[in-house]
């Protein structure tokens, strides 16, 4: 198991946000936990010094490219990048030096998977280089994928088939439990125990991790079989719950 980074872009800027307010009904309702004037470029570089590879950008909204390039040219070949990713702009992230692409909304239509994107977009990504963006929220007892920012329940949920079938597709998969995203109230355990026993490739998940005791749950609860990133909580972006010191040491000691 190994701690990823992020960089969380929001209207051009780095942020950290409570994924569960991002409304493009109800711009008003969106919390910020942390802002930053500092460039994304700045993330970059301090996560290529510490080693910290498998991170992620993720483009929340549109006016976030310059932001995005701003990470990736501070370390081509370093970082994964998502939002709004398609088969028509794919090459162009793969030219901007992403290591990877993530993706969601894209292979949806209708609330189903659309085999026929989905087929189309691996065959110019590659399986090696495609992150399905397996993003969920819990209703009636189950974890349903989510698309557009979260806000967007499809009919698919979280299971064993589910991941079988989408790992034909991809080499790894991106799940934040929107529901805690932001929240700093602690992992939703659940959906990670699911992940540890159902996953067949590298899975990373997000959400609600608020300590360094948490890496250590997911590590446990996942069966050492996940990643795991933490954003708000984590004091370069504003947090007080876990220190981007330990982290690191953490990463370390788990290559021992």
Known sequence: MRFRPCIDLHGGKVKQIVGSTLSDRDPEALKENFVTDRPPSYYARLFKRDGLTGGHVIMLGPGNEAAAIDALSAWPGGLQIGGGITVDNAKYWLDQGAAGLIVTSYIFSGGSIDEERLRSLAEIVGQDRLILDLSCRKRAGDYYIVTDRWQRFTEVVISPETLRHLSRYC??????????E??????ERDLVEFLGCWTPIPTTYAGGACSIRDLYLIKELGQDRLDATIGSALDIFGGKGVSYADVVAFNRSQKT
């Open 182 to 187: 932001g929240r700093c109230r602690g992992i």
């Open 171 to 180: 080499f790894e998969f991106l799940i934040h439990a929107a529901d805690v």
